[in-house]
């Protein structure tokens, strides 16, 4: 699979009305960004390991710390009262943002990786039993593999894979023949962090519910960049991370439907998810704090609810015809220049351009474009069977935010011609 | 810039261009395989070892500018050397690249040309793959390096 697809920029969806949003505006609210590096601008480009915070967020998280720490869920006395009440309004928060039909099904973890380590412990352990199967596919970060392995192995059942294509869209035409009465489980990111593939979930849940299998969606790359209805979706799990949508490290979510949630074993033991403990029996907490064991990141979910709050103030739609501008703009702007090829050509793509230099490793590029004060990914981003389907070691990856402008791509493209003028 | 071109030198470009020694050694008595999982650069290093002294080395693999061109160069620079005289010119190379360089600079010979190495600490492990690769040929150690 090593086909250059270079010319398929056309095929993007083109440009579409961005109503009134203001980039300059919007990046004010984001202090990091007034910054040099290494006496240039910064240009922060690496939006899809993690994307810088509001002042919002910022001023949230000091806040709580300055005036409003304290335990949830237990104290009578007025902090903690007042730390439970912002506690709970950001999951619901979270809940009216991925439209949950009902905020006890929206679980505070750690990450969108702990999310789905939980469903791969608790749903994936009671059942996924010798000889069945559970479905990923081949565009998956890490998070979304290693779980599955280490559940398969220890059940002796088997990890399967549905393959993707050239310009890294999943084959959605070898989907029937991989759902088998074996199939326990699909897990499928619904954007590929990599290639920035938009993977069509509501299709993959319609065929995969036909046989009764449920799905898991990773959305850490989904949730900054498109709206997300998971009543619409209909799928059964949906995770994603604080931290690439504008909050803070540390918290993430699990969205799970209730019945699925009611029927699954707790993950972690610990306070906050007993209703009452004697060394005889414990009955378990209902939902949500059935599966949030111990003192939450507190500060981090009135982070996260904050960071929801800005995105949705601008306007996800927004947010999200901006990138695509950028996208288009600077799919265009890298694929003029000669001995660039794209990885991950799909039609419906997120802003995420990865690419490789002939003759230039990845590596070379990112330290060049570093000193230029460029800030972009390189490596296998985590999501190295995606690198040995396109026969790359490592690509160069530029992925945006609301915050990125077409100059920054101007920057970009200067700077790669600058690795090119090293390199020459 | 000027940090740029420092460690980009010249000759650092087009030994990675044009690596020497880049080959399999077919009378290989020793090799092992070396691993960065930060950039995905993986070379393997063929030894032919007798008496203790390196007779030839060879390498083969994939990486960025930096590991590769090291990797070409120390191939140059350790071929005809003891076991000794390589271990020790690996510990002025890696002082040299972490920043660290003490007593006489012509004791690295071309070596010297990855100076500029030890402004970009993330691309010490770059230098240094094919070095502990080496190293871990020359004992004998069968597992693949990891520079994590």
């Keep these: 699979m090593t086909t250059a697809a270079n010319s398929l920029s056309w095929e993007l969806r083109p440009p579409m009305e961005n109503g009134d949003f203001d980039v300059e505006a919007a990046r004010r609210d984001f202090p990091i960004l007034q910054q040099q590096v290494y006496g240039h601008p910064l240009v922060y480009l690496d939006n899809a390991a993690t994307s810088q915070k509001p002042r919002a967020v910022i001023d949230a998280i000091s806040r709580y710390y300055e005036s409003g720490n304290a335990n949830i869920h237990r104290g009578v006395h007025f902090l903690s009262e007042h730390a439970t009440e912002e506690h709970e309004a950001a999951r619901r928060t979270v809940q009216a943002f991925l439209n949950a039909a009902d905020k006890r099904e929206i679980i505070f973890v750690r990450s969108a990786t702990e999310a789905i380590n939980l469903v791969a412990q608790s749903y994936g352990r009671k059942h996924v039993g010798a000889g069945d199967e559970v479905l990923i596919t081949a565009m998956e970060h890490h998070s979304n593999i290693v779980p599955w392995q280490i559940l398969c192995e220890e059940k002796d059942a088997t990890l399967r894979v549905l393959p993707i294509n050239e310009r890294g869209e999943l084959r959605l035409e070898e989907l029937p023949k991989l759902l088998t009465p074996k199939t326990k489980l699909v897990a499928v990111t619904h954007v590929s962090n990599a290639l920035g593939s938009i993977n069509p979930i509501r299709k993959i849940v319609e065929m995969a519910h036909s046989l009764n299998i449920p799905v898991l969606v990773d959305g850490a790359q989904a949730v900054p960049h498109l709206k997300v209805d998971v009543q619409q979706l209909d799928v059964d799990f949906y995770v994603f991370s604080g931290h690439k949508v504008y909050g803070p490290t540390g918290i993430g979510v699990l969205y799970g439907k209730r019945a699925l949630l009611e029927a699954m074993p707790p993950y972690q033991g610990g306070g906050d998810m007993i209703r009452s403990v004697t060394f005889e029996k414990t009955i378990y907490n209902d939902l949500p704090y059935k599966f949030e064991a111990g003192t939450p990141n507190i500060g981090g979910a009135i982070g996260l609810g904050v960071a929801i709050d800005y995105v949705t103030r601008l306007g996800i739609d927004n947010v999200a015809a901006h990138e695509h501008e950028l996208l288009v703009y600077g799919t265009e702007a890298l694929t003029a220049i000669p001995g660039i090829r794209l990885i991950g050509t799909a039609a419906d793509k997120a802003a995420v351009i990865s690419f490789v230099m002939e003759g230039i490793h990845p590596h070379d590029i990112g330290t060049i474009l570093d000193r230029e004060g460029i800030a972009i990914r390189t490596g296998h981003h985590c999501a190295q069977p995606v690198m040995q389907c396109f026969g790359v070691p490592a690509t160069a990856r530029a992925s945006f935010a609301l915050y990125n402008t077409r100059q920054e791509i101007d920057v970009l493209v200067k700077g790669i011609q600058k690795v090119k003028e090293i390199f020459a | ?148």
């Excluded at chain 2, 000027?2 to 009378?27: C, G, T, W």
């Excluded at chain 2, 500029?116 to 600490?121: C, L, N, Q, R, Y």
């Design chain 2, 1 to 148: 810039m000027s940090d740029l071109r420092e460690l980009y030198q010249d000759v650092i470009l087009e030994h990675s261009k044009a690596p020497r020694n880049f080959r399999e050694l077919p009378a290989a008595n020793h090799k092992a395989e070396g691993y960065n999982p930060l950039c995905g650069d993986h070379f393997t290093i063929y030894l032919d070892l007798e008496d203790g002294s390196i007779r030839d080395v060879t390498f083969q693999g994939a990486g960025c500018a930096i590991s590769k061109a090291s990797a070409s160069m120390m191939t140059q620079s350790v071929k005809g050397k003891s076991k000794e005289e390589a271990a020790k010119l690996f510990e002025r190379f890696h002082s040299l690249v972490t920043g660290h360089a003490e007593g006489d600079p012509d004791a690295l010979g071309k070596l010297a040309v990855f100076a500029g190495v030890s402004e970009f600490p993330v691309r010490v492990k770059c230098a240094s793959l094919a070095w502990h690769t080496l190293m871990a040929a020359l004992e004998g150690k069968q597992d693949a390096v990891s520079t994590e």
